[in-house]
């Protein structure tokens, strides 16, 4: 082969190296300020100023509108106007948290709020809208070693969707430092048999669990 058409070979064969190297650098290019644009395209949804408890009745002081973009998830979340007079709260929204569509209805729950006297304390961790199970126990004693995915054999479970709202100071300085005062709202179903656990001075118990 003579020596000018080797050269030549090569040389096309660069060209078209360097060709589709810079083909690739401008794709490239395009595909970062498409995803930037994509990114960047922000409408107003709506997130809970403070944490919102079920039962709740939504009032305009209790949202706010911020830009974001949620991306594929958009369409489970309320955008800026969406939400209808009257909505309810059906699940915990935590504060700052973006308010998804399945958290509200129209339809109110009905849910009673109660003041609870604990064998145990809670965690330090649980917080205003947290849920709990509520169980009650044979005895004081059995508080130190109950375990709700073992429970006691006497032990009975009476709500498993009690929302915690707050901690509630004795009146009185007597009682033991274990124990803990607190204010939960439960379903009407379920206030029958706290109230009568209650009644007879049973030991109570709560038990943190997922939403």
């Given at each position: 082969?003579?020596?000018?058409?080797?050269?030549?070979?090569?040389?096309?064969?660069?060209?078209?190296?360097?060709?589709?190297?810079?083909?690739?650098?401008?794709?490239?290019?395009?595909?970062?300020?498409?995803?930037?644009r994509?990114?960047?395209?922000?409408?107003?949804?709506?997130?809970?100023?403070?944490?919102?408890?079920?039962g709740?009745?939504?009032?305009?002081?209790?949202?706010?509108?911020?830009s974001?973009?949620?991306?594929?998830?958009a369409?489970?979340?309320l955008?800026?106007?969406?939400?209808?007079?009257?909505?309810?709260?059906?699940?915990?929204?935590?504060?700052?948290?973006?308010?998804?569509?399945a958290?509200?209805?129209?339809?109110?729950?009905?849910?009673?709020?109660?003041?609870?006297?604990?064998?145990?304390?809670?965690?330090?961790?649980?917080?205003?809208?947290?849920?709990?199970?509520?169980?009650?126990?044979?005895?004081?004693?059995?508080?130190?070693?109950?375990?709700?995915?073992?429970?006691?054999?006497?032990?009975?479970k009476l709500?498993?969707?009690?929302?915690?709202?707050?901690?509630?100071?004795?009146?009185?300085?007597?009682?033991?430092?274990n124990?803990?005062?607190?204010?939960?709202?439960?379903?009407?179903?379920?206030?029958?048999?706290?109230?009568?656990?209650?009644?007879t001075?049973?030991?109570?118990?709560a038990?943190?669990?997922?939403?």
């Amino acid at each position: 082969m003579p020596i000018g058409s080797e050269i030549s070979s090569k040389s096309q064969y660069l060209n078209r190296r360097t060709v589709l190297g810079v083909a690739l650098m401008i794709l490239a290019v395009i595909l970062v300020i498409m995803t930037v644009r994509v990114a960047s395209h922000l409408e107003g949804y709506l997130v809970a100023k403070t944490t919102l408890v079920a039962g709740h009745t939504v009032q305009s002081g209790d949202i706010e509108v911020i830009s974001a973009n949620p991306g594929r998830a958009a369409g489970q979340y309320l955008r800026e106007g969406e939400i209808q007079e009257g909505s309810v709260v059906v699940q915990t929204i935590a504060g700052g948290q973006l308010i998804p569509k399945a958290s509200l209805s129209q339809t109110e729950p009905f849910r009673k709020r109660i003041v609870l006297n604990l064998a145990a304390p809670l965690p330090s961790s649980v917080k205003k809208g947290d849920y709990l199970e509520i169980w009650q126990l044979p005895d004081e004693k059995s508080a130190s070693a109950f375990e709700s995915d073992a429970p006691l054999e006497n032990a009975q479970k009476l709500a498993d969707k009690a929302v915690f709202l707050a901690e509630k100071k004795s009146e009185t300085a007597l009682g033991s430092k274990n124990q803990m005062n607190v204010e939960i709202s439960v379903p009407e179903e379920d206030l029958s048999p706290i109230l009568a656990a209650v009644g007879t001075k049973t030991p109570l118990m709560a038990i943190p669990v997922a939403s």
